[in-house]
Structure formats: structure tokens, C-alpha cells
């Protein structure tokens, strides 16, 4: 049984058809990486696998249960963690208060005794507080924890989204393009941090991302994707040297690799 | 200092209306001009479960009950209404909650009549001294009741899961959904909480004055108050609420009638020109 398996996901946006017959399956611990040119329909899959979307074909599952059932908010509880390709993260909240929302799925809710502060909410409070000071020790934010996310440069945002989704403490992460914007100091920082994630963490990866040499070293398989068709599937090497990936990108304005 | 605890008082009703209004505006991003409304309905939801030629039930049996019908009532409106209106402009939503006031009032005229009438609460008309100064009770229970909601509306905020899930969810609905948050549960809920308030707010205001279906006209005031304390802020809202209710009874002592009548808004223009985001505003931008 696949981790996550996609069988025939199809959306259309009007006349434009964003996934087109899309299948693929991501087993459990690997890192499993989305490319393809712009507008290839990428953003969209996490969109549909976040249920923002529902497919007008195909069917989704997740531990071999189907997600399609599921609402938007139902996600993070069943395990799946996303970031999003433009930042979205609460602006007038600090980097604590950001990263202690994503404990929300985690709480129990009863609030008279959290007004009356009972023990049993004091233990509670202390554990998340705990799961969230080890993501900021993780991903080095000591330094921004109570700063506010509005006054905070873009590569830091970036990383404080990404501390948020390993907040929830999830068995899937969903990044979309975590590097992009990135200095190549940084970018080489979300390549360890992703290392870790999967070995350290356990949590598997699904990632999409335009630097060609961050999916290398770190995806154990690519999929290339265009006008929302599959083009390849393989090691990164086998992708990167498809002949209808290089077709695409040359057709594209971008080419493989940067 | 008799004007200042009876403005202060009356500050009150205007912050805890203004209080709806701005967690109305945090969720929805649009004006409820039925707030004062809602503060009428929860004052005579009240008066006429307490007063003998109706219900006639003990005041604290009453105060509960219309509590909750008002927290009742705000979610309903939100749920079955409102949310109807999602992808509709602000505009459209603005303008369907002053149509919800006429059909407040409407009621309330219907139900209980047009003439004011006293809430019977065993409060209301009493008075100490000290000294030569006469403090009313309604005034210290208005005052000592809006200060310890605000510290329970504080406290919930910033420790309850809803709490924390109604601030991200006011911040950023798309990222919130993501964080599990059931963001349109949420938001009905926060209208719930709005009813709280302006029921609290009412049954306030009534302890102290007569009330009528027009009394929720004063809601302009309590917006006037919120624009005033920059409409995104819960303190501020409240610091709005008693600028309006300490300026109304010295302008109305020491300046001619229409002039004190204007002295609020007159205010309010002049903190629009000069703090258009309000007294409270940190520069912070609005994210599209
Ligand atoms: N909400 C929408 N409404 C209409 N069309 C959309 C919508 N979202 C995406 N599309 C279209 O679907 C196609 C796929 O877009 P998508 O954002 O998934 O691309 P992408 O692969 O993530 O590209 P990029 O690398 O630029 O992020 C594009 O043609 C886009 O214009
Ligand atoms: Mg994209």
C-alpha cells in the first residue's frame, strides 16, 4: 500500500486543464520532488491534495484512506503539513505565536478551565511549548522568537513557514518551492534541514522546487510535469536526462538546472 | 467627577459595542451596522423576560437566558446569512446588516412597542455617597463589569484554542484552514461572541436608562468609537468608547446644545485627519 497514491487526478480551471491525468504514489519516508516549467500544474496538485481544489476526476489517498472527503481544515489533523510558494504566514503574530498556532490540531478545547489556567492545561500548554522550541532550536530561529513576522526579512519568513509545518508534527510535508528567493547559503541550509526531516524526523517529503541541484541532492525520485501532463518519473539523473524533459524545458523559456 | 464616572459609565456601553464591531470587522472584514441593534434586542430580550407585565422571571435568571438567545442569534446570522454573501463585495454585506437593524427594530417596536420603558433591575436608581459626591450603583456595575469582560475577553484570546484559532483565522483564512482551523465555524462564532457583547452591553445600558427600538441608533456612536480606536483593535475600541462617552457630558455642560450634540464626530474627523488609522495604530500594513 502506497504512503500517498494519486490515480488519475484531473482539474480543470475553465479551458485551461491545470492536471491532466495525473497518477503518481510517494511510499513513506522518501523525498519525492515535483518539477516541471511554470504553469505546469504543480502549485495546483497541492492545492487539490490540501483540498482547497476538488478534482473533477481521479481519486486521492492518503495511508490507503481516501482524502477527498476530507475539508480543508481536516488536513493537518490526519498528518499532511504544507507550505505555500507565497509566504503565508500570520503577519501581526510573532515567530512563537505563528508556530504555536500550528499546535491547534493538538489541543484539546475547553475554555473555561484554559481561562481558570487548570494543571491539566499547564501540562498541556508546557508540551506544546516544548514541540515548538524544538523546531525553533531545529531550524536555528532562537534569535526571531518574538519578533513579528511583518518586520522580518523574506528568508526568514520563508524558514518560520517551514518551522510551522513541522509544528503540526506531520507524516507528509508538502513544500512548495522552499528555496525560491533563497541566497545559495540559505538554499544549502534547506537542503540539510530537509536531510534531517526525512532521516532524523521520519516525515516523508513531497516537494516542489525549480533549483535542479537542490531536487538532486536531496529527492530520492522526480517527477516532471507539463501543461499538466506527466513527463517522466525516476531517479533525478533519469528525469534530468529524459529526452521529453529536455524538449520541455527547451521549449519553455527556462532550462534544467541553475 | 459625578460627569466623569456617569461618562465613563456610558464610555462603556459605547467601547463594549464598538468591541462587536471590531471583532465583526476582524473576521468578516466588513462593518455590522446592526451592532447597536443587537444591543437593543438584548436589552429588551431582557426587560421582557424580567419586567412583571411580562415574563417576570428573577433578573439573574433573565440576564443568562438573553445572553445566550443574543449568542444564539449571532451565530444564526452569521450561518444562514452572511456567509450566503461570501465572493459578494463588502459593500453588499454592509449594506444587508443595516437592513438587518431596520428589521431589528421592527421587531422590537412589534413585540414590546415604541414608548420607552425601564428595565426592572435590582440595580437600577440606586445610589451612595461620599461626601457630597452621588455615585449611582448602575454606573460602578457598568464600569466593574466592562473591565473584568474585557480581561476575560483578553485571557481567551490569547490562551483558548477557539481563541487563538478566531485571531489566525482573522489574520489569514488560507493559512489558518491549513493550522485544522474550521475557519467559517470560527467565524460564526466570533459573530456568537459579538451577540455576547452586545447583549451585555444592552442589559448595561438598560440598568441605567430607559430603552426604546430607537436605542440602537446609538451603535453610530460606538462605530464612531471604533473607527476612533483604529477598528482592528480591542483596546482600542474600548479607549474609543470612553473618549465618546467623557467628551458627550462636558461638551453638553459647557458648550451650547447643537455644538455638544456634534463634539463626538467632531472628534472623530479630527483623529481620522490626524491618526487615520486610529489613537492605538501601530504602523502596520494591510496585506491584500
Ligand atoms: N485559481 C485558478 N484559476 C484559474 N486558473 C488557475 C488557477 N490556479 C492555477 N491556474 C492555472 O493552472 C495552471 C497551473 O498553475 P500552477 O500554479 O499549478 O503552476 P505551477 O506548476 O505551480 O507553476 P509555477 O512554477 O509558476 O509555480 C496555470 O495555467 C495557471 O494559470
Ligand atoms: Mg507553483
Redesign the pocket.
Known amino acids: 500500500m502506497s504512503f500517498l497514491k494519486l490515480t488519475d487526478v484531473t482539474l480543470k480551471?475553465?479551458g485551461?486543464t491545470?492536471?491532466d491525468n495525473v497518477s503518481f504514489s510517494v511510499e513513506k519516508g522518501e523525498v519525492f520532488s515535483?518539477v516541471?516549467?511554470?504553469?505546469?500544474?504543480?502549485?495546483?496538485?497541492?492545492?487539490i491534495l490540501s483540498r482547497f481544489?476538488t478534482p473533477s476526476h481521479g481519486e486521492i489517498t492518503f495511508e490507503g484512506k481516501s482524502i477527498l472527503k476530507k475539508q480543508s481544515h481536516e488536513i493537518a489533523g490526519i498528518g499532511i503539513a504544507r507550505t505555500f510558494?507565497n509566504i503565508e504566514l500570520f503577519h501581526q503574530a510573532s515567530v512563537l505565536q505563528n508556530l504555536l498556532v500550528a499546535r491547534q490540531t493538538h489541543r484539546k478545547s475547553n475554555p473555561v478551565s484554559e481561562i481558570l489556567f487548570s494543571p491539566f492545561v499547564k501540562k498541556e500548554e508546557y508540551r506544546h511549548r516544548y514541540a515548538v522550541e524544538k523546531v525553533i532550536d531545529f531550524l536555528d530561529l532562537q534569535s526571531y522568537r518574538e519578533k513579528f513576522i511583518s518586520g522580518l526579512p523574506y528568508g526568514v519568513r520563508k524558514v518560520v513557514e517551514l518551522g510551522r509545518a513541522l509544528a503540526i508534527e506531520p507524516k507528509l510535508l508538502l513544500l512548495?518551492?522552499p528555496a525560491s528567493g533563497l541566497s545559495v547559503e540559505e538554499t544549502q541550509d534547506v537542503a540539510f534541514w530537509i536531510e534531517d526531516i526525512k532521516k532524523v524526523m521520519g516525515i516523508t517529503v513531497l516537494m516542489?522546487e525549480?533549483d535542479m541541484h537542490l531536487v538532486s541532492s536531496v529527492s530520492d525520485r522526480v517527477m516532471a510535469?507539463a501543461d499538466?501532463k506527466m513527463l517522466a518519473l525516476g531517479t533525478p539523473d533519469e528525469v534530468k536526462n529524459h529526452p521529453a524533459v529536455i524538449e520541455a524545458y527547451l521549449g519553455g523559456s527556462e532550462e534544467v538546472g541553475n | 467627577m459625578q460627569l466623569v464616572i456617569s461618562g465613563l459609565a456610558m464610555g462603556c456601553v459605547y467601547g463594549l459595542i464598538a468591541m462587536g464591531f471590531v471583532l465583526i470587522y476582524k473576521a468578516t472584514e466588513a462593518v455590522n451596522f446592526a451592532q447597536g441593534d443587537m444591543m437593543m434586542l438584548g436589552a429588551f430580550i431582557t426587560l421582557g423576560l424580567t419586567n412583571d407585565q411580562y415574563m417576570a422571571l428573577p433578573f439573574w435568571i433573565s440576564v443568562p437566558i438573553a445572553i445566550s438567545l443574543m449568542g444564539c442569534l449571532g451565530y444564526l446570522l452569521d450561518s444562514l446569512i452572511i456567509r450566503r454573501m461570501f465572493g459578494q463585495s463588502q459593500l453588499a454585506v454592509v449594506i444587508l446588516t443595516i437592513a438587518l437593524g431596520f428589521v431589528a427594530r421592527f421587531l422590537a417596536g412589534a413585540i414590546w412597542g415604541h414608548d420607552p420603558q425601564s428595565l426592572e433591575s435590582p440595580i437600577s436608581g440606586q445610589y451612595f455617597r461620599i461626601s457630597d459626591i452621588v455615585i449611582g450603583v448602575p454606573e460602578i456595575w457598568i464600569i466593574g463589569i466592562t473591565i473584568s469582560l474585557t480581561v476575560v475577553l483578553f485571557v481567551f484570546f490569547a490562551k483558548t484554542k477557539l481563541g487563538v484559532a478566531m485571531q489566525a483565522a482573522s489574520q489569514n483564512q488560507m493559512a489558518a484552514y491549513y493550522m485544522g482551523i474550521p475557519v467559517r465555524r470560527v467565524n460564526s462564532l466570533i459573530w456568537a461572541l459579538s451577540g455576547i457583547v452586545a447583549a451585555i452591553a444592552g442589559i448595561l445600558f438598560a440598568s441605567k436608562n430607559a430603552i426604546d427600538p430607537g436605542t440602537g441608533l446609538l451603535g453610530i456612536k460606538a462605530f464612531a468609537a471604533a473607527v476612533i480606536g483604529g477598528l482592528g483593535s480591542l483596546p482600542g475600541a474600548l479607549l474609543g468608547g470612553l473618549l465618546i462617552g467623557l467628551i458627550e457630558p462636558f461638551a453638553a455642560r459647557y458648550l451650547e446644545g447643537d455644538i455638544a450634540r456634534i463634539m463626538p464626530y467632531l472628534v472623530l474627523v479630527l483623529i481620522l485627519i490626524f491618526r487615520p488609522h486610529g489613537i492605538l495604530s501601530q504602523v502596520q500594513k494591510k496585506k491584500v
Not at chain 1, 511554470?38 to 492545492?47: E, L
Open positions: 480551471f475553465g485551461v491545470a492536471v515535483l516541471g516549467p511554470n504553469g505546469a500544474g504543480k502549485s495546483t496538485i497541492f492545492n481544489y510558494q512548495d518551492e516542489v525549480h510535469l499538466g
